[in-house]
Structures are given as structure tokens and as C-alpha cells.
């Protein structure tokens, strides 16, 4: 599953973050930021409009994440 | 500071850091007020750099680089960061010690980067920042267990509470500078964190109970919106209003030193020049200060606090999809008040190019300054009927002119991205800070530095073109026995004269092609030049009868539609160029202006001329 389309407040972790196409600066900056494997992380908001972007809340760190940029993130759910 | 040994001596620190670390803070407590702000040659990147004298009596340099979060640098201020910690920077050597500030309540991001920082293998240290907001969350940290781990020592800092950095000032001034133990190993640096928080932090909670109420209301689809507007309504009403008396009280000021110095000076083209060209060229400069002050007092303070993102995260979708970011809002919504604050506030746009896409389009924001020409013509030839039962004519044609200047900046902006072709994606990945007390010291000295960037950099441009403009409406003076307005045989007025070519498709007479020149300066004073051309004392209800007779409708809603898009500002042209350190933007921006200004003119005059107004 895609974070971006994971709902909201299921707890989850990260399996990986894909990359789009071969230099892609969000991809690497998302693993920066500590989007890594085994991480748990939840969404804890989405904004008002077309529920984009979307909050993530990840180690001690609240995010504000696209839809596009979360699309990157494979998930799965933390209590499966 | 002239003697060699004392420069020989000299420390220098560079404080790095994540953003939102309290590295700011942190700078000017150390520095105080002992700062200098400049850019960094070649780009708009703002370069701070303090000095502080060690307890020893060591000269202390310390540089503030930009927040980043990591070496691996996505935007032109972490390279900066990136280059000078590497020592690759052109005019930057590179620091004697690197102090990475760490917020101590966001170790799990900010302790990555700081092993990253470990990595370069240079003498460093670690100040854990915001101790007291941790202690405040029963965050327990073990200093030693982390500084052993670490391998370069680590020091407590609160940066908002006086004496905060006592410690880390004298550590460093006793500190051998030697590489970091453990500086070539490697792995993942997410590991060693997990590794590091495990056994030397102590966390209750994730995040601060605080920060998930206060984000519960203030993110909420409903409340989250109503509160986002009655900020923005505060902002706009301290902008537009508050501002206002202190405004006019620098207007009657300049007005009422002028009228003196014009009495006690001899009458003549030296009074002429001191009371019309410099008196007012300096009243022009300075009346944009309150403003200023007022939105960056706002903005400085809804930054720190952390509201500014959360404003940000929840127009996001909106702004995109006009080709912008949530982070545009602000200093378009300003931008109706003044463009010039607008601009300045577009520097908290991380990306560069939708800042520059939000500079481009903030004049097209209807500013005060067209009210005065607004309510001229409006008054003059709107007549007052009711429409659809309930609303004023006149409040209708006032209402359109503000929604042409929105749409027509979403539609630019629009074309912008699509003349831009720029198919990459703008990242957001915007983080949400802890709420916190904004500090005054820290808003204090953020509106200093904004003060002077706008006096100084921009003041001068401002100053020099109304001296210019004086010049061109005073020279050469009317022949003798003239009847019509001196300003008629000014060179001015022969541009005038030479425009109204070019503006006779668009229905503008010679007088307003003339008074359009002397307006440059400003749109307000357009209205007085007219007056002027007019033969008048300046009275705008004589001035408003004699349109109302001599011009056409079709003349006036033309020039209506000419003000929407004109960019009748020398003052927005000069923060353009100070912000875009460009003068290629200053010529785009007058070249769509001027272009749009002349298409919305012709088609308005001639389609209102065909309908018979």
C-alpha cells in the first residue's frame, strides 16, 4: 500500500521509499527525513480541499506531505 | 581588533542545523545586536553573521547558515550550507568549529543530520537547544552516554531564556578543536540514531499533547478554516488600517516640513528641489515603514510560533492548483495593503521558483494605493443605481476591479508554470514545528533587520527616481506670459504629449498621458498630477466634476481597467529588483504589466465605445 492512500490515524510503517525515475531529490530527501524502512509512522490530518496535503506524523515529526510526494512511500498497516 | 594577533586569534564558528532548531534564536543571543546581515555574493541568500567575545577575551565570529537538513542539498541555501561546511564555498573559509544546534525535542531528525555533519570529519559540537521544552515534556536526555556515543562534545542550550548559552560559550572557549572520534564510521545513520535514542533519551510522548489539540482545532476542516481567516482578517485590518494614522501623521509631517522649508528657503528651483524632489522623495521612502513593521510583526511572530506552515498546509491544494504554494498566500493577501511588504514577505517561500512566480504576480493584488483613483472615477461617472435589488452600482464596479486583479494573478501565475514548461515537481514536504512563545528579542530583531533592508537597499532607488521625476516635470520651465501649467512644457509634459499617440486607441487625452508620467512614482499621485494638469489647487471634488464633464465613460472605465494591471509603482519595481536581485525580473514584470495594462485598456475603450458609452 501507498501512504497517500492510506486513511487516516491507521498506524503503519514504512516498507521503502521508490523512487521516480533516476535523480529524484524528493525520493532522497523523503529517506533524509527519516522515511526508512521499519519506521512507524500515522497520518494524522488531511487538509481541508480534496484532502490534500496530507500530515504525517513520523518519529518526533509532524510533515506535510502532497499526495504526489506520498505516493513514494510504501506502507503497511502496523497492525496486520 | 587592528592588531594581526588578534585576528590571527580569532574563532570562527558556524552554527548548522535543521530548520525550526532554534538556530535563529540561538544566533542572536549569542551576538546580541552585534550583527550584520547581507547576501551572499551573487544570489538572494541572506548571509548573518555576529561576533561575541569569549570569556578569555577571544574574538568570536560566529555565521548563522541556513537551516537544512541535509548535506545533500535541494535547494540554492543548502547548498550554501553544504559548501561552506565542506569548505567549498568561493568567498566563505571554512569555520574553525561547527556547532550543530539540535532541538532536543526532535532528536530522531536532527541527530541524523548531526552524524551526517560528523561524517566531514571536522572539529564540532553539539548544542541540544530548547532543554527547557524538553524538560517540560519529561524528556529525559543523558548527555554524557550521548556525547560518548557522538564522539564531539555536547552541550545544553536554551536559547530563549537569558544566560541560556553560558555553557556552550564557555566550553567552546576551552575546547581543543580536534576531529570527531568515530568521524569515518559507517552505516546507516538511521540505525546509529535508533541506536543513540535508545539508550540515551528517554521519550514519554511522541509529540507534545499541545501541539496535537492545538493541531486537532486549528487544522480542523471547519475550525481550521474560520481561525485561518480571522488571522488573515487581523493581519489585513492591522495592515490596511492600523497602519493608516501612523501613515498619515509621516504624511502631514513631510507635508508640514516641506511648507516650512519652502517658507524660510527663497522661492526658486533650490526650494523647488528640497521641498518637491527630496522632502517628498524621503516621505515617499519612509510612509511604507509602518506597513512593513505592521505585516512583518504578524508574520515574524506567526513564523516562530509555528502557525505559519499550518496556514500554509491548509491552502496548499489551492494555490497549487493556480501554479503556486500554500506558502503564496500570505504574501498575496499583504499584497492587497502594499505590494512592496508582499514582496519582502515572499522570502518565506522555501522554493525558489514559486517564490519568484508569487513576486511576479503580487502587483497584480489591488493595493491601496489605486483606491484613491478608484473613487475618483467611480464617484465621477458610476452613477449610483441599485443592482439586482440589493447592491450599489458603484460598489460593483469596485468589486470587479479587486476580482480582476485576483483572477488575472491566478491566470499569470497559471501561464508562468506552462511558459516555464517546468514539469518537475515542486516539493512541499513541509514540516510542522512545535507551537511555540514567539520571543520578543527574536521578533525585535527580525524587524530591524527587515527596516534596514528596506531603507537601505531599497529607500535609495525610491529617493532617486522621485528626484528624477521632479526633475522631469520642472524642466524646462513654462515661457514667459504662458497660461497653461508649467508642467505642460516640462519634458514630462512633452512625453505626454508624445504618448497620447500611443494611448489614443485606449482613449486616454493628453492630460492623462501627462499626468501618467509624474505617476510612475506612485498611483496616488496620479490624482494630484491631474489636478495639476487640470490647473487645479489639488481639490479632488473639483477635479472629479471636471472629468465627470470633459472625459467620455468609455475614457474612464479604460482608465480603470489601465490601473487594474499598470505597474504605476517605482517603489514595487525596486523591491523587485532587491529581492530578485535582477534587474531581468524588473523588466519582465514591467513588460507584462505595461502589456496587459494596454490590452485590458483597448479592449475595455473600444468595446465601450461600440456599446455607445
Redesign the interface.
Same mark, same amino acid.
Given at each position: 500500500m501507498r501512504l497517500s492512500e492510506l486513511a487516516v490515524k491507521v498506524p503503519s510503517i514504512v516498507r521503502e521509499v521508490e523512487s521516480l525515475g533516476d535523480n529524484d531529490?524528493?525520493a532522497?530527501?523523503?529517506r533524509?527525513?527519516?522515511f526508512?524502512a521499519g519506521?512507524p509512522l500515522v497520518i494524522? &490530518?488531511s &487538509? =481541508?480541499?480534496?484532502g490534500? =496535503?496530507l500530515?504525517v506524523?513520523i518519529?518526533?515529526?509532524?510533515? &506535510?506531505?502532497?499526495r504526489?510526494?506520498a505516493a513514494r512511500v510504501r506502507v503497511e498497516r502496523a497492525d496486520v | 581588533m587592528s592588531d594581526a594577533a588578534t585576528i590571527d586569534n580569532e574563532l570562527r564558528l558556524a552554527l548548522v542545523g535543521n530548520p525550526n532548531c532554534g538556530k535563529t534564536a540561538l544566533f542572536n543571543q549569542l551576538t546580541g545586536g552585534r550583527q550584520k546581515v547581507a547576501n551572499y555574493a551573487g544570489v538572494t541568500i541572506e548571509r548573518k553573521e555576529g561576533f561575541y567575545t569569549s570569556p578569555s577575551g577571544r574574538s568570536v565570529r560566529v555565521l548563522d547558515l541556513p537551516g537544512t537538513?541535509?548535506m545533500?542539498a !535541494?535547494s540554492p541555501d543548502e547548498a550554501i550550507t553544504r559548501d561552506v561546511c565542506k569548505g567549498l564555498h568561493a568567498s566563505e573559509p571554512l569555520p574553525d568549529l561547527i556547532v550543530c544546534v539540535a532541538d532536543a525535542?526532535?532528536?530522531? +531528525?536532527h541527530l541524523?543530520f548531526a552524524l551526517e555533519l560528523r561524517a566531514l570529519g571536522r572539529p564540532m559540537v553539539l548544542a541540544l537547544n530548547m532543554m527547557d521544552a524538553a524538560k517540560r515534556r519529561g524528556i529525559v536526555i543523558d548527555t554524557i552516554e550521548l556525547e560518548r556515543q557522538l564522539g564531539f562534545p555536547v552541550i545544553e542550550t536554551i536559547a530563549v531564556r537569558q544566560g541560556g548559552s553560558v555553557d556552550l560559550v564557555q566550553r567552546i572557549d576551552n575546547l581543543k578543536l580536534t576531529v570527531p572520534e568515530h568521524a569515518g564510521k559507517g552505516g546507516?545513520l538511521?540505525a546509529q540514531v535508533r541506536e543513540m535514542l535508545s539508550s540515551a533519551v528517554t521519550?514519554p510522548r511522541?509529540?507534545a499533547q499541545i501541539?496535537d489539540t492545538l493541531?486537532?482545532w486549528l +487544522?480542523h476542516?471547519?475550525f481550521?478554516?474560520i481561525a485561518l481567516a480571522a488571522v488573515m482578517f487581523l493581519i489585513f485590518q492591522a495592515v490596511f488600517s492600523w497602519a493608516t494614522p501612523i501613515m498619515d501623521l509621516i504624511d502631514t509631517g513631510t507635508t508640514a516640513l516641506g511648507v516650512w522649508v519652502g517658507n524660510v528657503l527663497p522661492a526658486g528651483l533650490l526650494n523647488s528641489l528640497i521641498v518637491d524632489g527630496i522632502i517628498a522623495g524621503l516621505g515617499g521612502v519612509i510612509v511604507f515603514l509602518p506597513q512593513i513593521l505592521m505585516l512583518f510583526l504578524f508574520i515574524l511572530a506567526l513564523e516562530e510560533s509555528g502557525y505559519l506552515?499550518r496556514a !500554509?498546509? +491548509?491552502l496548499?491544494?489551492?494555490m +497549487?492548483s493556480a501554479g503556486l504554494t500554500g506558502r503564496s498566500f500570505i504574501p498575496l493577501l499583504s499584497s492587497f495593503a502594499c505590494a512592496i511588504p508582499g514582496i519582502m514577505a515572499a522570502r518565506s517561500i522555501q522554493d525558489s521558483r514559486d517564490r519568484l512566480t508569487t513576486i511576479l504576480v503580487a502587483p497584480l493584488m489591488t493595493c491601496s494605493a489605486r483606491l484613491p483613483i478608484y473613487t475618483l472615477l467611480i464617484a465621477a461617472f458610476i452613477p449610483r443605481n441599485t443592482v439586482a435589488g440589493i447592491f450599489n452600482l458603484q460598489g460593483v464596479v469596485l468589486f470587479v476591479l479587486y476580482a480582476a486583479g485576483i483572477v488575472s494573478a491566478l491566470a499569470v501565475a497559471y501561464v508562468i508554470k506552462r511558459v516555464r514548461k517546468d514539469t518537475t515537481?515542486h !516539493?512541499?514536504?513541509?514540516?510542522?514545528p512545535s507551537y511555540r512563545m514567539p520571543h520578543p528579542r527574536d521578533v525585535l530583531i527580525g524587524l530591524y533587520e527587515r527596516a534596514m533592508i528596506f531603507l537601505r537597499r531599497v529607500g535609495g532607488i525610491i529617493f532617486t527616481m522621485t528626484v528624477l521625476l521632479w526633475f522631469l516635470s520642472t524642466f524646462p520651465g513654462a515661457p514667459e506670459g504662458s497660461t497653461d501649467p508649467a508642467i505642460n512644457y516640462s519634458i514630462a509634459g512633452t512625453l505626454g504629449h508624445w504618448l497620447s499617440y500611443i494611448f489614443a486607441p485606449i482613449g486616454f487625452n493628453w492630460q492623462i498621458s501627462i499626468a501618467l508620467v509624474p505617476g510612475m512614482a506612485a498611483r496616488e499621485v496620479v490624482v494630484s498630477s491631474l489636478a495639476t494638469v487640470y490647473a487645479l489647487s489639488g481639490n479632488a471634488e473639483n477635479l472629479g466634476a471636471i472629468v465627470a464633464s470633459q472625459w467620455s465613460l468609455a475614457t474612464a472605465l479604460s482608465l480603470l481597467a489601465w490601473f487594474v494591471f499598470a505597474p504605476q509603482c517605482i517603489s514595487t519595481l525596486a523591491i523587485i529588483k532587491r529581492e530578485t536581485n535582477s534587474w531581468r525580473y524588473v523588466w519582465i514584470t514591467l513588460g507584462y504589466l505595461f502589456g496587459l495594462a494596454y490590452l485590458a485598456s483597448l479592449l475595455t475603450y473600444q468595446i465601450s465605445k461600440a456599446l455607445g458609452a
Open positions: 531529490v524528493i532522497r530527501r523523503l533524509d527525513l527519516g526508512v519506521e494524522v &490530518a &487538509a =481541508p480541499m480534496g490534500d =496535503p500530515l506524523q518519529g518526533f515529526t509532524r510533515f &506535510a506531505l502532497r504526489s510526494e | 537538513y541535509s545533500d !535541494a525535542t526532535n532528536l530522531r +531528525l541524523r546507516s538511521h521519550m511522541l509529540t501541539d493541531d486537532r +487544522l476542516p471547519v481550521g478554516l506552515p !500554509a498546509f +491548509l496548499d491544494r489551492l +497549487l515537481e !516539493a512541499l514536504m513541509m514540516e510542522l
